[in-house]
């Protein structure tokens, strides 16, 4: 039986384009499926947002969460993943950023492990901003960034390229 609410975390590198997506859904879904954007506030004792969307898509409800990911909030970037049912990993297919998206990589798996999830969790790999110059090849990002082989997918936010098709991928794991 499918969930009918759903939980999904986009989580990412420092302007990996995780807010991005949600601005490129509520740009590509048709209205009224989407409830307006909003940015949350959480007071946990430190200047805390992320945005929010919530959609009704494939028969359920859906609430996905993205925060920004510098490196100074990646306590924060955790927080979005309490509670999550699925997360999409936004990762940056720059050179000059394969290493922050290793290290993003490491941190979240180490921490959904810890709280026993790492393998319940639906997961999936947006390789992002595939429309920029000096890209990585996607064989180099997935040995290096996908070693588990989880689904994959080549898009571009900013674009609006294969964005839908993202969360489609991820939420036919649910």
Not at 3 to 23: E, S, W
Not at 129 to 145: F, N, P, W
Request: aromatic share 8%; glycine share 6%.
């Amino acid at each position: 039986m499918l969930k009918q609410n759903l939980q999904i975390a986009y989580t990412g590198p420092t302007a990996a384009g995780k807010r991005t997506n949600l601005r490129a859904l509520s740009a590509l879904l048709p209205d009224h499926i989407i409830e307006p954007r909003q940015q949350i506030w959480l007071g946990t004792g430190f200047e805390f947002y992320y945005d929010q969307l919530r959609l009704r898509y494939a028969d359920r409800i859906i609430t996905i969460k993205a925060n920004h990911g510098a490196i100074l909030y990646q306590k924060h970037e955790l927080l979005v993943l309490n509670g999550a049912e699925g997360v999409v990993f936004v990762l940056d297919s720059q050179l000059d950023k394969l290493a922050q998206n290793i290290r993003l990589l490491r941190t979240s798996c180490s921490y959904l492990a810890q709280q026993g999830r790492l393998g319940q969790i639906a997961k999936v790999i947006q390789f992002n901003k595939r429309d920029l110059h000096g890209m990585l090849s996607l064989s180099v990002l997935q040995r290096y960034c996908n070693a588990m082989n989880w689904p994959n997918i080549a898009a571009s936010a900013a674009k609006q390229y294969h964005i839908v098709e993202t969360l489609e991928l991820l939420v036919g794991q649910c």
